[in-house]
C-alpha cells in the first residue's frame, strides 16, 4: 500500500519561499515513475483545492493563483515530489497535501501546513 509523506510546511514571512516535499513508500519497484503526482491546499472554511499536477511524462500545470509563482516537480530516484513555493502571499495559508491515484485507489498524506503571515 502507498503510503505519501509531505514535509517542508511552516511560517514563511509574505514574498518569501519554501519548499515542501512528498514523499511515497510501499511503492512497488520504480513504478512511481508511472504515478501522476499532485498537490492539493486546503484553507480554513474552504474546499480543498487543486494547486499543482505532475504527469508520469513531465507535464505540469497549476492553478491560475499560482501560476509563476510555484514550481511542482519529481525525483523518480527518490520517490518525491515536490513544490517551490515563491513570492508567497497570505492567501497561500493552508493546509497541503499530495495525493496520486496509480490505480482504484486514491492516495492521500497527511498534509502539512503553512502559514503566510508577518
Known amino acids: 500500500q502507498v503510503q505519501l509523506v509531505e514535509s517542508g510546511g511552516g511560517l514563511v514571512q509574505p514574498g518569501g519561499s519554501l519548499r515542501l516535499s512528498c514523499a511515497a513508500s510501499g511503492v512497488s519497484g520504480s513504478s512511481f515513475r508511472w504515478y501522476d503526482m499532485r498537490w492539493y491546499r486546503q484553507a480554513p472554511g474552504k474546499q480543498r483545492e487543486l494547486v499543482a499536477s505532475?504527469?508520469?511524462?513531465?507535464?505540469?500545470n497549476y492553478a491560475d493563483s499560482v501560476k509563476g509563482r510555484f514550481t511542482i516537480s519529481r525525483d523518480n530516484a527518490k520517490n518525491t515530489v515536490y513544490l517551490q513555493m515563491n513570492s508567497v502571499k497570505p492567501d497561500d495559508t493552508a493546509i497541503y497535501y499530495c495525493?496520486?491515484?496509480?490505480?482504484?485507489?486514491?492516495?492521500w498524506g497527511q498534509g502539512t501546513q503553512v502559514t503566510v503571515s508577518s
Open positions: 495525493n496520486t491515484q496509480p490505480a482504484v485507489v486514491l492516495y
Open positions: 505532475i504527469s508520469s511524462g513531465g507535464t505540469t
